[in-house]
């Protein structure tokens, strides 16, 4: 029961796991197409390995390299925004696997999905911004929204076969990140180089900063809300540093369902790629008696308000969410690129927050032009 799968943000770190998913299961897998943003080198190495029938670089320059240097090959080579709105609703693909960072995933998924086509998501933004809009969509289109997250695929698969309605709460872990235990003072620092060294996993830059301001965490709890259509009260952020349970549900009876392993991103993307079924994963197993124990710890949401400006952000809703996400990305940028501290990640979350004046349930353009502003505005901050 293999799919034919269209892979948008097959260079990074989740696009380049799904297509090691793809070499373990070459007989149920097929690639029909692959996006990505400019790195030419590395996707004519891709196209030449999996022969996708369709290829698209977001970037104009970078498709028409691209397009030199497969010459050679059968394969169609689109570009920009447009390209990806065509590769997500190509014919012969009934999957899409949408693992582009940031809210450049949006008009993809939606397309995708109007084709009629299964979306395995990584992309967090898409619902964290237009949820409202995306979960209503699938409904009508009668298509599956498969979680590849390690911490929603969790939680989808401890929920599955469970009524919907008996769910009380949902314990989303996370791993506390590199600077798990500091306190505001010893944040004042951190440097990019610090940020990146995340204990557990092996993640792209943006989400690994992510994860160390715990704004990913703020993500996931906004995403889960749609994905599993759930208060944001019965969400619960639960710092487990081993990551080794992936997250639970606790159900109206007082049982909690966990789902645990080790951390490895290939199992959810497998899992959403081949689901309901289970496929076979050489991958390391876990063990038991050389983990000893699991430890539990409330997450610290004075230090690294990333996760309390999010649930804040999450009860004004509407295009709220969208500045905060907005306001994140142009924040990890100025500090990837070294022009602002780690603490006044916080700051321009905070101040782009105050200056939005919320539209209650914004459309597309809606959501689009909220982002645009909120990078406008903090441009011209000093």
Same mark, same amino acid.
């Given at each position: +029961?293999?799919? $034919? /799968?269209?892979?948008?943000? !097959?260079?990074? %770190?989740?696009?380049? #796991?799904? &297509?090691?998913?793809?070499? @373990?299961?070459?007989?149920?897998?097929?690639?029909?197409?692959?996006?990505?943003?400019?790195?030419?080198?590395?996707?004519?190495?891709?196209?030449?390995?999996?022969?996708?029938?369709?290829?698209?670089?977001?970037?104009?320059?970078?498709?028409?390299?691209?397009?030199?240097?497969?010459?050679?090959?059968?394969?169609?080579?689109?570009?920009?925004?447009?390209?990806?709105?065509?590769?997500?609703?190509?014919?012969?693909?009934?999957?899409?696997?949408?693992?582009?960072?940031?809210?450049?995933?949006?008009?993809?998924?939606?397309?995708?999905?109007?084709?009629?086509?299964?979306?395995?998501?990584?992309?967090?933004?898409?619902?964290?911004?237009?949820?409202?809009?995306?979960?209503?969509?699938?409904?009508? +289109?009668?298509? $599956? /929204?498969?979680?590849?997250? !390690?911490?929603? %695929?969790?939680?989808? #698969?401890? &929920?599955?076969?469970?009524? @919907?309605?008996?769910?009380?709460?949902?314990?989303?872990?996370?791993?506390?990140?590199?600077?798990?235990?500091?306190?505001?003072?010893?944040?004042?620092?951190?440097?990019?180089?610090?940020?990146?060294?995340?204990?557990?996993?092996?993640?792209?830059?943006?989400?690994?900063?992510?994860?160390?301001?715990?704004?990913?965490?703020?993500?996931?709890?906004?995403?889960?809300?749609?994905?599993?259509?759930?208060?944001?009260?019965?969400?619960?952020?639960?710092?487990?540093?081993?990551?080794?349970?992936?997250?639970?549900?606790?159900?109206?009876?007082?049982?909690?369902?966990?789902?645990?392993?080790?951390?490895?991103?290939?199992?959810?993307?497998?899992?959403?790629?081949?689901?309901?079924?289970?496929?076979? +994963?050489?991958? $390391?197993?876990?063990?038991?008696?050389?983990?000893?124990?699991?430890?539990?710890?409330?997450?610290?949401?004075?230090?690294?308000?990333?996760?309390?400006?999010?649930?804040?952000?999450?009860?004004?809703?509407?295009?709220?969410?969208?500045?905060?996400?907005?306001?994140?990305?142009?924040?990890?940028?100025?500090?990837?690129?070294?022009?602002?501290?780690?603490?006044?990640?916080?700051?321009?979350?905070?101040?782009?927050?105050?200056?939005?004046?919320?539209?209650?349930?914004?459309?597309?353009?809606?959501?689009?032009?909220?982002?645009?502003?909120?990078?406008?505005?903090?441009?011209?901050?000093?």
């Amino acid at each position: +029961m293999g799919r $034919k /799968i269209v892979l948008l943000g !097959s260079t990074g %770190s989740i696009g380049t #796991q799904t &297509l090691d998913v793809v070499r @373990a299961n070459p007989e149920e897998l097929k690639v029909i197409g692959i996006a990505a943003n400019r790195s030419v080198d590395m996707v004519e190495q891709q196209v030449r390995e999996f022969k996708p029938k369709y290829v698209c670089m977001f970037d104009e320059e970078a498709a028409k390299d691209l397009k030199v240097k497969l010459a050679d090959m059968p394969v169609t080579v689109l570009s920009g925004m447009d390209g990806l709105v065509e590769i997500s609703s190509v014919p012969e693909a009934d999957t899409v696997l949408t693992a582009v960072v940031g809210m450049i995933g949006i008009r993809p998924t939606i397309a995708a999905i109007e084709s009629g086509k299964d979306i395995a998501l990584a992309n967090k933004e898409t619902l964290v911004t237009a949820g409202h809009i995306i979960m209503p969509l699938a409904e009508k +289109m009668k298509v $599956k /929204i498969l979680p590849v997250d !390690s911490e929603h %695929s969790a939680i989808f #698969q401890s &929920l599955n076969g469970e009524p @919907a309605d008996k769910l009380e709460k949902i314990l989303l872990t996370a791993s506390g990140g590199p600077f798990r235990g500091k306190k505001r003072e010893e944040l004042v620092d951190m440097t990019v180089d610090d940020a990146l060294k995340h204990p557990n996993w092996d993640m792209g830059v943006k989400v690994t900063i992510d994860s160390s301001s715990l704004v990913n965490k703020g993500l996931e709890v906004m995403e889960a809300r749609w994905l599993f259509g759930t208060d944001l009260d019965k969400i619960q952020v639960v710092v487990q540093p081993q990551s080794i349970i992936h997250s639970m549900v606790q159900f109206v009876d007082g049982a909690v369902m966990a789902q645990l392993g080790v951390p490895d991103m290939k199992l959810p993307i497998q899992y959403a790629l081949f689901y309901p079924d289970r496929m076979p +994963m050489s991958e $390391k197993r876990l063990d038991f008696f050389e983990l000893s124990q699991i430890t539990f710890e409330k997450p610290d949401m004075d230090t690294f308000k990333g996760l309390a400006l999010a649930y804040e952000a999450a009860r004004i809703g509407g295009s709220m969410p969208t500045v905060f996400n907005a306001a994140n990305e142009m924040a990890v940028k100025k500090f990837v690129n070294r022009e602002i501290k780690f603490l006044q990640i916080y700051d321009m979350i905070s101040s782009a927050m105050e200056n939005h004046k919320k539209i209650e349930n914004p459309n597309l353009e809606e959501i689009l032009r909220a982002e645009a502003e909120t990078y406008e505005f903090l441009s011209k901050q000093r």
